[in-house]
Nanobody
Framework: QVQLVESGGGLVQAGGSLRLSCATS????????MAWYRQAPGRQRELVAS???????DYRDSVKGRFTISRDNAKRTVYLQMSSLKPDDTSVYYC?????????????WGQGTQVTVSS
């Protein structure tokens, strides 16, 4: 069984920073692309940033220059460094990973971590 566990969310003032972490565990043969999504109340879940197994990254326009996604393959962990946070960044943040197990390839999600940015 594969598990993704996020940590690092919380309450921060506008202009502040937070670092989210997402650790994977379980019977994992390999991990492909990893990503962070977010979902605010009443809104659709949206892709924030993604990173391939080789380290190539991509960001939604609204976070470019403020957020940085990275991964530690040895620790099977993906990070999201968030700086210059804005109230509009307030959401539940979810990590997602494409994982290969003995049963095949599948997409897995964490439980989410709340990020609240006060003005």
């Amino acid at each position: 069984q594969v598990q993704l566990v996020e940590s690092g969310g919380g309450l921060v003032q506008a202009g502040g920073s937070l670092r989210l972490s997402c650790a994977t565990s379980g019977s994992i043969a390999g991990i492909g692309a990893m990503a962070w999504y977010r979902q605010a109340p009443g809104r659709q879940r949206e892709l924030v940033a993604s990173i391939t197994s080789g380290g190539s990254t991509d960001y939604r326009d609204s976070v470019k220059g403020r957020f940085t996604i990275s991964r530690d393959n040895a620790k099977r962990t993906v990070y999201l460094q968030m700086s210059s946070l804005k109230p509009d960044d307030t959401s539940v943040y979810y990590c997602q990973a494409t994982v290969v197990t003995m049963r095949g390839r599948g997409d897995y999600w964490g439980q989410g971590t709340q990020v609240t940015v006060s003005s």
